[in-house]
């Protein structure tokens, strides 16, 4: 079973992720801020870290920063959600190494999809 950490600071969008990802299978933990995504990250290695850009504390492009840093973790794929639509965000994402650039609002089919894509699992037959 895959760990995931969700970094997110709307409550309720974090809530309802946690809530989707564990029912799916997932061990999924979550933080409300980058500070403590990383605390949750250093306690046990997550296999991914779905992770907002606009963060209080540490936004989302100094976690990924900070993870790419240090040799145990910088090999976590990290998929961004953020209500940042820009150009730049997403290239500079893409160039930190960020495996997904996902706008809000996005669904829970398309976070499920681009989540099973970055952990390589069996995305089976259309549902």
């Not at 933990?29 to 046990?44: D, H, M, P, Y």
């Not at 090999?75 to 495996?99: H, K, N």
């Not at 706008?103 to 995305?123: C, R």
Request: contains cysteine; glycine residues 8%.
């Amino acid at each position: 079973m895959a760990r995931i950490v969700v970094i997110e600071d709307e409550a309720p969008l974090r809530e309802s992720i946690l809530m989707l990802l564990r029912f799916e299978g997932y061990d999924a933990v979550g933080a409300a801020n980058g500070g403590t995504g990383l605390e949750e990250i250093r306690q046990q290695i997550p296999d991914v870290v779905i992770c907002d850009v606009m963060l209080p504390v540490m936004d989302g492009f100094q976690v990924v920063e900070t993870l790419k840093g240090v040799p145990e973790t910088a090999s976590i794929p990290v998929v961004f959600i953020s209500a940042l639509s820009d150009r730049a965000a997403i290239a500079r994402a893409r160039e930190m190494g960020v495996q997904a650039y996902l706008v809000k609002p996005v669904t829970f089919e398309v976070l499920l999809e681009e989540l099973k894509a970055v952990l390589g699992e069996d995305q089976g037959g259309d549902a």
